[in-house]
């Protein structure tokens, strides 16, 4: 069964210090890898998908590695802005067509 | 608006009573998902549909809910008989093409039950 963890649950950093999130999962298998942010009482939107075969994907001021041997995706998001807070979470589609989601990491960004 | 849709927004019911929910994929989506978000986690999978047939069920789903996606277009989620323990917030999400494409979300429905 594929387990997702997101550490650390909470990130608070003061504006312009770049963002650094884990995300960890158990089984290799994957298809692909998304992150996504949420902010409070919304719904998802994706920031970016990462196929097995890649090892980072790049938007703006965002970029995503995945080392899929080691089971482990990392986000980055440069000179953050307050805009920034939120809860990011990944998730990982495996076998079937279900995405698994990691607990989240609820990031301030202070100004 | 070509995003996902999802109706209502917010919902607020008595125990016992019955509730659905409506989510509208973008337009040529094959797959539309339904997830069941509780406060502080992440999404959990309920569901999923490849066009009108419903190919996968989770553990979560138990005989109180029922989804359906006729003509393979919308979806509704039905849950009879509510609890509290069903306060949660329901995403549906919909992809197009093969399993490992990109799976956009919609708004969310958050349903309270008192």
């Known amino acids: 069964k594929q387990e997702v963890t997101q550490i650390p649950a909470a990130l608070s950093v003061p504006e312009g210090e770049n963002l650094v999130l884990n995300c960890s999962f158990t089984d290799s298998a994957i298809y692909n890898l998304q992150w996504f942010r949420q902010d409070p009482g919304k719904g998802l939107t994706s920031l970016l998908l990462?196929?097995?075969?890649?090892r980072e994907q790049t938007s703006g001021r965002l970029n995503a590695s995945l080392d899929k041997s080691s089971g482990r995706s990392t986000l980055y998001i440069a000179a953050s802005q307050p805009g920034d807070s939120a809860t990011y979470l990944c998730a990982v589609k495996s076998a079937g067509n279900k995405l698994t989601f990691g607990g989240g990491t609820r990031v301030l960004v202070k100004p | 608006d070509t995003g996902v849709s999802q109706n209502p927004r917010h919902k607020i019911t008595k125990r016992g009573q019955n509730v659905t929910f409506r989510c509208d994929p973008i337009?040529?989506?094959?797959?539309l998902y339904w997830y069941r978000q509780t406060l502080g986690q992440g999404p959990e999978f309920l569901t999923y549909f490849q066009n009108e047939a419903q190919l996968e069920k989770s553990r979560l789903l138990s005989d109180r809910f029922s989804a359906e996606r006729p003509k393979g277009s919308f979806s509704t989620l039905e849950i009879q008989r509510t609890e509290q323990g069903d306060s949660a917030m329901y995403l549906c999400?919909?992809?197009?093409?093969?399993?490992?494409?990109?799976?956009?979300f919609g708004p969310g429905t958050r349903l309270t039950v008192l």
């Open positions: 990462i196929q097995s075969s890649q």
């Open positions: 337009s040529e989506h094959n797959r």
């Open positions: 999400a919909s992809s197009l093409g093969q399993g490992w494409n990109e799976q956009f």
